[in-house]
């Protein structure tokens, strides 16, 4: 029998499935804007030598380099060793809230965090992702929002596009991936309810 001519890009499936392996060479090369790759590159460069590695009384010094870098963050926010922030200008940050020791915020897209909110050590906020419909992969960078009095416990995964609602707790090595209700307590992979947070305690002779 004459011999066929063997085609890289197409090779026969595993016994465990049908159809042939496409390579795909369709995906984007330069998903952000030109103007946009010197400011990535510079901001890589200061993150390393000059924000990262600092130890804790620097949170002034980590605050002015993201600031510099376009993130709208208060003053009174508290920003630890380690936190590794992707896109500063695509941060912003509420009154005396805290990214704590070895947190990951991968912003590609616009990430906001209330006021008295606590992302604790080594999470990550994963706010970019790509298109699986479509076989060239788009990257898809959509918004995130965490409110106000959350608490992140460590080593979270907060998913592309989540919103997570006042005063509610994503408890640790959670992995939530949506929406989670105010005052709400969830935990596990995925993130299910535990229960409603309880209301803050006033105290006695204070404020009606």
Same mark, same amino acid.
């Given at each position: ?29 330069? *998903? ?27 949170? &002034? ?13 208060? *003053? ?21 809230? $805290? ?17 008295? $909110? ?9 706010? %970019? $992702?790509?298109?699986? $419909?479509? *076989? ?9 929002e965490i409110g106000s ?11 592309? %596009?989540?919103?997570? %609602? ?11 991936? %949506? ?25 006695? &002779?204070?404020?009606?």
């Open positions: 029998m004459p011999e066929t001519e063997h085609d890289p890009e197409q090779e026969a499936a595993p016994e465990n499935g049908g159809g042939v392996f496409q390579r795909l060479d369709t995906c984007a090369a330069f *998903p952000y804007a030109k103007s946009e790759y010197a400011r990535r590159l510079l901001w890589v460069i200061v993150d390393a030598l000059l924000v990262r590695w600092p130890p804790g009384r620097f949170a &002034g010094w980590r605050r002015f380099w993201l600031k510099r870098f376009g993130a709208r963050i208060d *003053p009174t926010c508290n920003i630890r060793p380690g936190v590794r922030v992707r896109h500063p200008w695509l941060l912003e940050m509420g009154a005396y809230s $805290t990214l704590a020791d070895g947190v990951e915020v991968y912003n590609l897209g616009p990430v906001k965090i209330g006021a008295h $909110t606590v992302v604790s050590q080594r999470a990550h906020l994963c706010n %970019g $992702t790509h298109d699986y $419909t479509d *076989p060239s992969l788009p990257l898809l960078r959509p918004s995130m009095g959350v608490w992140v416990c460590a080593e979270a995964f907060v998913g592309p %596009g989540a919103r997570i %609602g006042d005063n509610a707790i994503v408890g640790a090595r959670a992995v939530v991936n %949506g929406k989670v209700e105010p005052r709400a307590i969830v935990a596990g992979n995925p993130a299910k309810f535990v229960k409603v947070r309880p209301a803050p305690v006033r105290a006695a &002779g204070g404020a009606s």
